[in-house]
């Protein structure tokens, strides 16, 4: 099936994502990287609404935009109306209403992307910047993107996702996405943020045991923001480093052609020895070069719906 045959209003999530259209997005990607110019959509605009704090997301979706000639609107949710009491669905009408494509959104509520998907009199693209503990699709897509340039095929390679995995959308989504690929997932950290849900996918077991047979070391932040008042309370930076961190001791052990990605922000000297983050065998701002690119295959996805509606 080709991609023409998928496109979509939205792109929110990976959970109903097949392989195939995850590799077709992945191959756009590489495309635009190597330098495709961009489709001539008929006029379009774009308004990014970030319901929690963002660098990477939001200035890499801004320059996606910009690589595809969208107009972007300005939109600040800290002075916007949703202070006022108006639901998200009224600011997206009203978005819609004066001519805005895609609204590109980031929002602490998990799924809050359901209900909105379903109404027909909503025509406006959403993409998913980011839900709550939910999902990161674009994040997915540009970590996936970055293994593929790195091992072409996912079939049998080994992944350990390392850290707050409870909390972690981008846990759930590389997660889902590594097993339809036919990669072999594994997990290791604190225990007590490891869901069982994530066993579907993968092996938990321990950080020393595993790392010397990974292909990929997938660190995650630990989400301080999603932490309870008392598992808060109990952390320690420097004891999470030490049992559970990619120290430069640990690193020793990885094996020569292993990669480590890192959705970032890095917390250095916590899931990671800061003089590994620009080492030889960090992909991390790899990643973020990647992501410019992911997101405009994602933004020209839902373009290409609206141009055959």
């Avoid at 990976?14 to 961009?38: F, N, R, S, T």
């Avoid at 025509?123 to 790195?150: F, R, W, Y």
């Avoid at 849900?197 to 070391?217: H, R, S």
Wanted: hydrophobic share 35%; proline share 3%; net charge negative.
């Amino acid at each position: 099936m080709m991609m023409a045959e998928r496109i979509q209003r939205n792109l929110v999530t990976v959970d109903h994502m097949e392989a195939d259209d995850a590799l077709d997005l992945i191959h756009e990607a590489q495309a635009y990287k190597e330098g495709k110019k961009p489709e001539l959509f008929q006029k379009a605009y774009a308004a990014n609404l970030f319901f929690e704090d963002s660098t990477r997301t939001k200035c890499s979706f801004q320059m996606a935009e910009h690589k595809l000639n969208m107009d972007t609107i300005n939109f600040d949710a800290s002075t916007s109306s949703v202070n006022k009491g108006e639901t998200l669905y009224d600011t997206l009408k009203t978005l819609e209403s004066i001519g805005v494509n895609v609204a590109v959104i980031r929002h602490p509520e998990t799924e809050y992307y359901r209900d909105l998907c379903k109404r027909e009199d909503l025509k406006i693209g959403i993409v998913n910047a980011g839900d709550g503990s939910g999902q990161h699709p674009s994040q997915c897509l540009l970590d996936m993107m970055t293994i593929a340039e790195e091992f072409k095929s996912f079939n049998d390679l080994k992944v350990l996702i390392v850290g707050d995995i409870k909390h972690s959308r981008v846990a759930r989504s590389n997660a889902q996405m590594l097993y339809s690929l036919g990669a072999k997932v594994f997990f290791s950290g604190p225990k007590e943020w490891f869901d069982s849900d994530f066993e579907k996918y993968g092996t938990y077991g321990d950080l020393d045991t595993l790392l010397p047979d990974m292909d990929v070391i997938n660190l995650l932040r630990v989400q301080n923001e999603r932490l309870n008042d008392t598992e808060g309370m109990n952390f320690d930076s420097d004891e999470y480093h030490q049992q559970f961190g990619l120290t430069k001791e640990r690193a020793t052990q990885m094996k020569p052609k292993a990669i480590i990605i890192h959705p970032a922000p890095v917390n250095r000297g916590v899931e990671i020895d800061s003089d590994l983050v620009e080492g030889p065998q960090s992909r991390i701002f790899e990643q973020m070069k990647n992501g410019v690119y992911a997101r405009m295959a994602i933004l020209s996805r839902v373009l290409r719906y609206q141009e055959v509606m």
